[in-house]
Every structure is written in structure tokens, then in C-alpha cells.
Nanobody, 123 residues
């Protein structure tokens, strides 16, 4: 059974940084897509970053140059480093994994999502 557990969210002032982690079990993400999404109440979930099986990364325009997705293969952990945070980055952030797609991972309709971790950025 695939389990994704996010951590690392919190409250930070604008300009600050946070690093989100996603611990995975029951899933070998080395061969398939993983990504980060976020959602604000009343709005659709938004793709933030995708990580292809070959290590190619992709980002939403709104976070390019500020966010970095990466993974620790040995520990089965997915990360999202978020720098220069803005109030508009405030959202619930979700880790996602897919069981078949392996490229263009920002565009995938994912099979699995974690429970989310809240990020709040104050001005």
C-alpha cells in the first residue's frame, strides 16, 4: 500500500524559506513521477513542481527560480525547498506519486496524494 506523509510546513514571514519533506512507503518512485501540489480553500489544486524518473524537473511559472524539487533515493524522501516565500504561496501542500507516468510530471493526473502540510506566509 502506497503511503505518502508530508512534513515541514509552518508559518513564515515573506522572504523566508521552508523545506517540505514527503516520506514514502510501498512505492518505488525511482521509475515514476512524483510531484508537489498546493490548494487554497475554494480553489482548484495547482501543480507546483514535478520530478520525472530521469531527474528532469518542472515548475509552475509562479514558483520558478524560488522552489526546488529533489529526492533522496536512499531514504525514499521527496523534498520541496521553498525560498523567497510570498503571501500568495500560502496553501495546503500535497505530495503526489503516480504508478505509471514517468515524464512531464507536472502535467500528470496522479494516483496517490498525501494528507498535506499547511504553509502560511505572512506579509
Amino acid at each position: 500500500q502506497v503511503q505518502l506523509v508530508e512534513s515541514g510546513g509552518g508559518s513564515v514571514q515573506a522572504g523566508g524559506s521552508l523545506r517540505l519533506s514527503c516520506t514514502t512507503s510501498g512505492y518505488d518512485y525511482r521509475n515514476y513521477c512524483m510531484g508537489w501540489f498546493r490548494q487554497v480553500p475554494g480553489k482548484e489544486r495547482e501543480g507546483v513542481a514535478g520530478l520525472d524518473s530521469d531527474g528532469t524537473t518542472s515548475y509552475a511559472d509562479s514558483v520558478k527560480g524560488r522552489f526546488t524539487i529533489s529526492r533522496d533515493k536512499a531514504m525514499n524522501i521527496l523534498y520541496l525547498q521553498m525560498n523567497s516565500l510570498k503571501p500568495e504561496d500560502t496553501a495546503m501542500y500535497y505530495c503526489a506519486a503516480d504508478s505509471s507516468a514517468w515524464r512531464r510530471c507536472l502535467e500528470v493526473s496522479y494516483d496517490y496524494y498525501g494528507q498535506g502540510t499547511q504553509v502560511t506566509v505572512s506579509s
